[in-house]
Every structure is written in structure tokens, then in C-alpha cells.
């Protein structure tokens, strides 16, 4: 029997379905981008790594006690396949799950999912609101300051740099090229 594929379509129907709040839809947007962009660079599947990095926080709105394990039931009742399963749940490893990021795509999904939130606040302070112009400096800037984007878990950060055998800049550098690319999308092109 061949493993059913989920569309990106399906993927984002599923997100809109169980996410409500607009800022975490523009997470997941966000977080898809940056996936897709490392999947370029490692010679990853562009389109399923998107989609894993779109559905991530699929249950965070709704089950945030529950994060990854009603993801998980999700995905299996969609008949979703193992392998997109096992990377969305994988990246709450050490937080709600015991599933360590294995794969690239697991690497990098754990890797860059608390950093993005990082990029967007980040963004979001500076004059220009926008991630066309943000560098890495700007956001190792505020990584030193506790307070801000105080939720933000830079330790996890710090693993999955470490996973996928990347300093922190280069990471950071990364991550924003991939948010360039659905700035528009996800509110971050600026307030000119």
C-alpha cells in the first residue's frame, strides 16, 4: 500500500482549522519558509519539510497542555505518514516529548522553531518592523537581553545549532533568509 501524501493545501486547512490565533498561523507560515529554505541548502524534500514546519504547532491553540501529543492524534486520524509525524512531534523533544530530532529535517525543525519567534519580535522592535533588513548582529543583540522575547528558549536554540553542526550566527543567518522570503505573509516587510 502506497503512503498517502499530504498536500500543502491540506496542510494549511488543517493549520487554519485548528489554529485561530493570527500570530501563531504566522508562525507556522514562518516556520514552513525556514524549512523549505534549509531543505534547499541540504538537499532536503522542499515540500515536505514545509509542510511539517507549517503543522508543528498544529494543537498549540487549542490543547497547549497537550502540545505534540494531540498533534500526534491529529496526523494519525488524517492518516498522515510516519516520517511527517515523527519531525512535527520530535521538536518538542526535552519539553513534551521523548522524541530526539534524528533526521535533517527533525534537526532543523527543533533548531529553528524558538528561533524564528526570536526573529519576529526582534523585527518587530526595530524602526523599520521588517526582516528585509534585519542581520544576525541585531538579534545576538537582543539574545543577551533575559527580558526580551523572555518565552524564548535560547538554550533549545543553542541544541539544535549544535545538532546540525552550525554556530549560532550562521543559524540566526539562515533563519532570516528564510523568513525574507514570506515577509509580506507574515507581517515582517515593513512599515514603509
Not at 503512503?3 to 494549511?12: C, G, L, M, V
Amino acid at each position: 500500500m502506497e503512503e498517502r501524501i499530504p498536500s500543502r493545501d491540506e496542510a494549511y486547512r488543517l493549520l487554519t482549522t485548528y489554529t485561530q490565533t493570527e500570530s501563531l498561523v504566522k508562525h507556522g507560515l514562518a516556520v514552513e519558509a525556514v524549512m523549505r529554505y534549509f531543505a534547499r541548502q541540504r538537499g532536503g524534500d522542499e515540500e515536505q519539510w514545509g509542510i511539517v514546519g507549517l503543522v508543528h504547532d498544529l494543537d498549540y491553540d487549542q490543547f497547549p497542555e497537550q502540545h505534540c501529543i494531540k498533534t500526534e492524534q491529529i496526523l494519525r486520524q488524517q492518516q498522515w505518514p510516519d516520517a511527517y509525524i515523527r519531525a512535527v512531534i520530535s521538536h518538542g523533544w526535552g519539553i513534551c516529548t521523548e522524541v530526539e530530532p534524528l533526521s535533517d529535517m527533525e534537526k532543523v525543525l527543533y533548531a529553528t522553531d524558538e528561533l524564528t519567534g526570536l526573529v519576529t519580535t526582534t523585527a518587530l522592535v526595530r524602526p523599520s518592523k521588517s526582516v528585509l533588513d534585519l542581520e544576525a548582529k541585531s538579534v545576538i543583540k537582543k539574545w543577551k537581553d533575559k527580558s526580551f522575547a523572555a518565552k524564548v528558549d535560547r538554550g533549545i536554540i543553542d541544541r539544535g545549532a549544535a545538532m546540525l553542526g552550525m554556530e549560532r550566527r550562521e543559524l540566526i543567518t539562515q533563519t532570516i533568509l528564510g523568513m525574507r522570503e514570506v515577509a509580506e505573509r507574515i507581517g515582517l516587510k515593513g512599515a514603509g
